[in-house]
């Protein structure tokens, strides 16, 4: 149950931007891995939720983006193996994020997601030791993107 409340944080705090919070939930030098790029330790993978909800463009999976509205996270199916104080967690997660109606139909995108993950338990509970992310699938427009149409660049 405390594996899945950190993977249940994980997705809360994502969602509201709390992304200090969210690198938290990483062991010190944690690992996150996303679409064949590795950010590793606590500061690297508070920069790369800083980027993709706040502005600076960022490969999310369907292209360059920036500035990404409401976002909305649920994780499924949780594969839970612990052996003393490490485990391992592989999971979906559904992805909701609104977007401009360029990038997808209605604006907004859904995205299935699998994470692997690697955790251990530390004095303050479970800490996730490193997140390996794939996109399944998308509904974004192929090749589509938010700096395209204008909203990395917007105030």
């Keep these: 149950m405390a594996i899945r409340e950190l993977t249940a ?4 705090l994502d969602s509201q931007k709390r992304h200090s919070e969210l690198a938290a939930t990483f062991v010190e030098n944690g690992v996150l891995m996303a679409r064949d790029e590795r950010f590793e330790g606590r500061p690297a993978i508070e920069a790369y939720f800083d980027t993709q909800q706040l502005g600076a ?4 999976g ?4 920036g500035r990404l509205g409401t976002t909305v996270h649920a994780t499924t199916d949780n594969l839970i193996t612990i052996e003393g104080d490490e485990a391992t967690q592989l999971s979906f997660m559904m992805v909701f994020r609104q977007v ?5 139909s209605g604006g907004l995108v859904i995205a299935t997601e699998r994470f692997e993950d690697r ?3 530390t004095d303050e ?3 996730f030791e490193q997140r390996i992310m794939t996109i399944l699938q998308t509904n974004a427009a192929p090749g589509s993107s938010l700096q395209q149409v204008g909203v990395a660049e917007s105030p």
């Design 57 to 60: 463009p960022v490969n999310i």
């Design 9 to 12: 944080r994980f997705n809360h």
């Design 100 to 104: 401009p109606p360029e990038v997808a």
């Design 119 to 121: 955790l251990v338990r």
């Design 125 to 127: 509970g479970w800490s």
């Design 62 to 65: 369907f292209g360059v983006t």
